[in-house]
């Protein structure tokens, strides 16, 4: 009976020994299945980023208007408030026609001047011819004011001025009048960046005041003059680079109806994301008490993820694979983030309807000039060679494609904003044409490209315009500018950004994430009508608008639109006194009382105004 029972015990143990080693492998299989299947297959292939051309434009008749550059070739500053403007107006795809002040020019009623000479005195007749012009009909815009010479006090009154003051210096905005998205009015920003220099000036009851300074000035206001308007920019910023926005809203001003096509999209990347944070990231501010790598899983990710829910932000990564400073020799053997890491927050993102892109094999730039004398210098060292730099670059893209084999990348995100075109030619070869290559607008220095936003060579070049989880004064000019001119807003942020007091003024990351969500309330309540866009999205649009060619005439009851878009879609702000009405081939949005986005999908439209 024992001996039985004995036997029986033990065949129990075996059958539960068996069932348990097939619960293993089964349990072990799907843990196999689960981390091929949900982490590796799940992350489905991105769009596909190809390259989009433009045919030639309809050569059909259209009356187009025409801007007048007119400057002193004998001024050098003339000269480079000539190439800023001009360049401006080149983007906007506007007709512009540069004349020097010497010159004759005929302009008709629809037509506008652009007066960028400061030395009066030398052609009072041209000034008294502009001026007839645009009281049949011409408007003008006077982009700086001269000394207060005796030429200049002779136009006062056509200007609309009483009398003038000395000058004022100002590092305050406030905006009096709709003049630029996003500003309303009453609206101040107060500056520590730039000061601006102007008369104080009195001016007629008929005059409209749009900008003015802290000292209750002038700074932009028009007047109408006859059947024309005259504009005058009282200071000497029009003409910069971050003021591109300003002189737009300021070209809207003194014509009726005023359109240029714009991309229309809102990005936000994040930098140096996944990566092995291993630097320390300080959260005793917030009494988390975390290691870094716990900071970003526990609490930034969660936040992040949270504003893409309810702002609807499709976000763009840049991952970097380490943070070392090894720039020669086998990459292949050194690996230090996690790998679960990345297939965690890889899939999270894409998952979201995000975008993976990349940062670098490390945080050492793709740049092979000096950096002596740069503000770099100590701080990087150049790569071995420009084979050593390809080799590392590839790695990095490699292991993502070892971890996600259907998955492109289409972006790279240029370290500290630093490169060069061996750099740009670099991520060419690994990453394919074309390719999304991001740094800072208008960064003019020996470090940067300063491409702006084009489609040249294979690259689609999409600087930033803002960074960080601070929202202040610099940010919003900034912001608006872009916005008023592309249609455009760029933006950077960093999990490491509450470890850097720079970036982070000191505050707590509860204080920083308070900060960025009211920041993107701002961008819902200002800009909605541009749409959130993954960069590859964005980079779509942007091809078709870097090669846009438009022509646009002006009628008393309708605008006639004539591109070479080839029903590819494309998108123009229209500021208007009159309503539009939607159309065939369009879509009409209206932003404020008087602007308008309007989305189009044929290569001729005509928009009709509404008419009582």
Request: no cysteine; aromatic share 16%.
């Amino acid at each position: 009976m024992n001996k039985l029972a004995e036997q029986k015990q033990s065949s129990y143990f075996i059958k539960y020994t068996y069932l348990l080693i097939l619960i293993a492998i089964f349990s072990l299989l799907y843990i196999l299945i689960h981390f091929e299947f949900f982490y590796k297959k799940s992350v489905k292939e991105n769009i596909t980023l190809n390259d989009i051309i433009l045919g030639e434009i309809d050569e059909s008749f259209i009356n187009e208007r025409t801007y007048y550059l007119v400057y002193d070739n004998e001024d050098e500053v003339s000269v480079n408030y000539l190439n800023n403007i001009s360049n401006t107006l080149e983007d906007i795809k506007i007709n512009y026609s540069v004349v020097d002040v010497k010159i004759n020019i005929l302009p008709t009623e629809d037509d506008v001047i652009i007066f960028i000479v400061r030395d009066w005195y030398k052609y009072i007749d041209k000034i008294d011819d502009f001026l007839e012009s645009v009281r049949t009909g011409t408007s003008i815009l006077f982009a700086n004011l001269p000394s207060a010479d005796n030429s200049f006090m002779n136009y006062r009154s056509k200007l609309g001025i009483i009398e003038f003051a000395s000058t004022s210096t100002t590092s305050q905005l406030i905006f009096t009048d709709e003049m630029l998205i996003g500003a309303n009015l009453g609206e101040s920003l107060q500056f520590d960046f730039m000061i601006e220099y102007s008369y104080i000036l009195h001016l007629t009851k008929d005059t409209n005041i749009y900008l003015k300074g802290e000292n209750e000035e002038a700074i932009f206001y028009t007047r109408d003059y006859g059947k024309g308007t005259i504009g005058v920019y009282n200071g000497d910023l029009l003409t910069g680079g971050y003021y591109e926005g300003i002189l737009l809203g300021a070209l809207t001003t003194i014509s009726d109806t005023f359109a240029y096509p714009i991309v229309n999209s809102k990005v936000i990347f994040l930098d140096d994301f996944p990566a092995p944070h291993q630097l320390f990231i300080d959260t005793s501010k917030d009494d988390y008490n975390y290691s870094s790598n716990e900071y970003i899983q526990y609490v930034w990710w969660p936040d992040i993820k949270s504003t893409s829910k309810r702002f609807g932000v499709e976000y763009t990564s840049s991952y970097v694979l380490v943070y070392n400073d090894k720039l020669s020799g086998d990459f292949n053997d050194e690996f230090s983030l996690d790998e679960f890491d990345i297939f965690k927050y890889s899939k999270e993102l894409v998952s979201n309807d995000s975008e993976m892109g990349i940062h670098g094999y490390n945080h050492f730039p793709l740049y092979f000039g000096s950096y002596e004398g740069t503000q770099f210098e100590g701080i990087y060292d150049n790569w071995n060679s420009v084979d050593d730099a390809r080799r590392a670059f590839k790695h990095a893209v490699d292991v993502m494609k070892q971890l996600f084999p259907a998955y492109n990348i289409h972006s790279y995100v240029a370290p500290s904003n630093v490169i060069d075109m061996q750099g740009v030619k670099i991520v060419k070869e690994v990453l394919g044409e074309p390719v999304i290559i991001s740094d800072l607008y208008n960064n003019d220095t020996l470090t940067s490209l300063n491409k702006g936003f084009k489609y040249e060579d294979g690259v689609i070049y999409f600087p930033r315009f803002s960074s960080g989880f601070i929202f202040d004064a610099q940010m919003q000019f900034n912001i608006m500018n872009g916005v008023n001119k592309y249609g455009i807003f760029s933006h950077f942020i960093h999990p490491d950004d509450v470890a850097a007091t720079e970036r982070s003024g000191g505050k707590s990351w509860e204080q920083l994430r308070i900060s960025y969500n009211e920041y993107l309330e701002y961008m819902d309540e200002k800009y909605s009508s541009l749409d959130y866009l993954r960069v590859s999205d964005a980079a779509k649009r942007l091809m078709i608008w870097d090669q846009l060619e438009i022509k646009i005439e002006y009628n008393y009851d309708h605008l006639s639109i004539l591109t070479n878009s080839g029903e590819r879609q494309y998108s123009l702000y229209i500021k208007s006194k009159t309503p539009l009405a939607n159309g065939i081939g369009y879509e009409v949005k209206q932003i404020n009382e008087n602007l308008y986005l309007v989305n189009a999908s044929k290569d001729r439209i005509k928009i009709t105004y509404l008419t009582d």
